[in-house]
């Protein structure tokens, strides 16, 4: 296996995992986290491995496997929705979060897994919170044997050792130096003018390959539309691209040229992009907000912490010295950290996955933030409006169909509701859950001309209306999803 900065904490690791069940481990960007861990206590059973994202999941286990000189399925698999790579010879999965929720639903005992390592845990998203909690439940209740690893590179190390009473392992790892440089845009400058005029400036002021980080798909388009050069190839990066045109932004540069790779939020942590020695960050995120007098959630544009301004710029620090423009002033303050997801989320899915869990109340478990009450309300609500949830909160025969289909309570509840025509994965029902959940297949769709029906009718091979433009790649995306929804016969 190829020597990796975290090996110097090995040792220390090794004996944390050996005399303690919960273990902190805290490492710099590029220290190699994702490293291999097989040792004797494990008994031959399996490791699990949390990524927040697919294309994360994807990348680690791809370079676990390299290091073992295998592919991907053997000794190392990955689960991610709608796609997997594992075998029988499996030993360690890597899956994102909510597949570990589902896991613990189906088998609480976790029966064959020795470790359960939780990566980039400082983005607390609801779905890691929500497995940590039920992880916990589990290795307290049934499997005091468990381990429990959480790692990350900007955690709050001293609370969250405190919380679960576990030892902190530092790996101070192997970070090339990174200069930032601070380009503040002009006021009245549109982002995607400010970004394309810095791109520019880095194409002509450094070497090697540059990664962007953007706010959403919409200013990833806008700023590609703006640049243009015979050398410089320019890729997109986010979760709404399939398997096969992440892996083209991961991908090294042809010989000769150059690219640029314009990102979401999806590439600034867990993923090493070959070629990449700058980082141009517009300091901004996307994050959904829910609000509970509506019952809405909306994406809202913010600004990021200086952990994640920490992440994005050590991408460029990953395999050699590298530089980071920041679109900001350096003397404009940042929180530091992000906000925890589950303190601005929609409870309903979290409210429904604890009473399959058997509970009513959250501060039955253990949360670094214990969810809102006027969310939590909000939440319970909704379900017992939906017959998901008794008037004491137990989970009811309906809820219990609605959660093991995995959408969204209000998605699962109406697909139940179709009757037997959601037993294909045709049907209008598995088709309109699946349409409601993701993007549009429409692009450019004129307002109040275009409705469902001409959506369903593409969806079952129609054509479209003159004026729309079809984006097949959502088209595949929906029918995936609404096949792995459909309900049995």
């Known amino acids: 296996m190829t020597t990796l900065p975290i090996h110097d904490a090995l040792p220390p690791l090794e004996q944390a995992l050996q005399t303690h069940t919960r273990v902190l481990l805290t490492a710099p960007p590029g ?12 008994k031959n059973q399996k490791i699990l491995m949390l990524q927040p994202r697919r294309v994360a999941a994807r990348m680690v286990a791809a370079r676990m496997a390299t290091s073992l000189n295998e592919k991907v399925g053997h000794t190392v698999g990955y689960r991610v929705a709608l796609e997997a790579r594992v075998s029988a010879h499996t030993r360690i999965e890597v899956i994102t979060e909510g597949l570990l929720t589902r896991r613990l639903q189906n088998d609480p005992e976790l029966s064959g897994v020795g470790l359960v390592i939780f990566d980039e845990f400082h983005e607390r998203s609801l779905h890691a919170d929500t497995a940590l909690a039920l992880a916990l439940d589990a290795q307290n209740g049934l499997r005091e044997d468990l381990k429990i690893l959480v790692m ?5 190390e001293g609370r969250l050792a405190r ?16 200069s930032i440089n601070h380009l503040v845009p002009k006021p009245e400058a549109r982002l995607e003018h400010t970004v394309a005029r810095a791109v520019q400036q880095a194409l002509s002021e450094q070497t090697g390959d540059i990664l962007v980080f953007l706010p959403g798909v919409g200013e990833i388009a806008r700023v590609a539309g703006l640049l243009s050069a015979s050398d410089v190839i320019i890729l997109p990066l986010h979760g709404q691209l ?7 932004a991961l991908a090294p540069a042809p010989a000769g040229t150059r690219k640029v790779v314009l990102a979401t939020s999806i590439a600034q942590t867990s993923l090493t992009i070959d070629g990449i020695k700058t980082v141009i960050d517009s300091g901004l995120t996307r994050k959904p907000v829910f609000d509970p007098v ?9 600004r990021v912490s200086r952990a994640t301004a920490e992440q994005r710029a050590g991408r460029a620090g990953r395999v050699s010295s590298g530089a980071c423009y920041r679109l900001w002033a350096s003397s404009h303050a940042l929180d530091a950290h992000d906000a925890p997801e589950i303190l601005e989320a929609d409870l309903a899915p979290l409210a429904l996955e604890l009473a399959a869990w058997g509970v009513q109340q959250p501060q039955q478990l253990f949360w670094l933030d214990v969810p809102p009450p006027p969310h939590w309300a909000q939440a319970v609500q909704l379900l017992q409006t939906l017959g998901t949830l008794n008037d004491k909160g137990s989970i009811t025969p309906h809820g219990k169909g609605v959660n093991g289909i995995g959408a969204h309570p209000r998605l699962a509840h109406a697909l139940l509701r179709t ?6 994965s045709t049907s209008h029902g598995a088709l309109l859950a699946a349409l409601l959940n993701e993007r549009d297949i429409f692009r450019n769709a004129p307002p109040n001309e275009v409705d469902l029906d001409d959506r369903l009718r593409v969806l079952h091979g129609g054509g479209a209306p003159l004026n729309c433009t079809v984006d ?3 088209v595949d995306k929906i029918k995936q999803q609404a096949k792995a929804w459909a309900l049995p016969p």
Do not use: I
């Open 31 to 42: 220290a190699g986290k994702s490293t291999l861990l097989n040792q004797p206590w494990l």
């Open 294 to 302: 509506s019952g809405m959630t909306r994406l809202t544009t913010v």
């Open 163 to 178: 919380e679960l009473n576990a030892p902190v392992v530092r790996s101070e790892g192997r970070m090339f130096p990174v």
């Open 419 to 424: 009757g037997p025509d959601a037993t294909s």
């Open 242 to 248: 399939t398997s096969t045109q992440q892996d083209a």
């Open 472 to 474: 097949r790649g959502a």
């Open 152 to 156: 990350s590179a900007t955690l709050d």
